[in-house]
Nanobody, 122 residues
Framework: QVQLVESGGGSVQAGGSLRLSCAAS????????MGWYRQAPGKQRELVAL???????NYADSVKGRFTVSRGNAKNTVSLQMNSLKPEDTAVYYC????????????????WGQGTQVTVSS
């Protein structure tokens, strides 16, 4: 019903920057929340940053002041600008969205992207 496609991962040295983008498509009536989680090897998936449809943001303490989440000019997109990257930011980053689907009943569901690797070397 809904697909999330990420782009922009890669490798960078500590102190560098990367920008992740995610586009949602499919039977979308409204996206209530959109943002990013990450999962490092051997660790649980954790929140990075979220943005509500009203513009409210929520960041993990570990990325505050370094990462910025934003919704694109196209309504169904979200980006994550990552500055001052650290080796501990190395993880697979997943796009996440809470979507009200454009079907009878207009139910709300959680959706995930396939993930994109971010590697930060020291």
């Amino acid at each position: 019903q809904v697909q999330l496609v990420e782009s922009g991962g890669g490798s960078v040295q500590a102190g560098g920057s990367l920008r992740l983008s995610c586009a949602a498509s499919g039977s979308i009536f409204r996206i209530n929340v959109m943002g990013w989680y990450r999962q490092a090897p051997g660790k649980q998936r954790e929140l990075v940053a979220l943005m509500s449809s009203g513009g409210r943001t929520n960041y993990a303490d570990s990325v505050k002041g370094r990462f910025t989440v934003s919704r694109g000019n196209a309504k169904n997109t979200v980006s994550l600008q990552m500055n001052s990257l650290k080796p501990e930011d190395t993880a697979v980053y997943y796009c996440y969205a809470v979507v009200v689907v454009a079907t009878i009943g207009r139910k709300e569901y959680d959706y995930w992207g396939q993930g994109t690797q971010v590697t930060v070397s020291s």
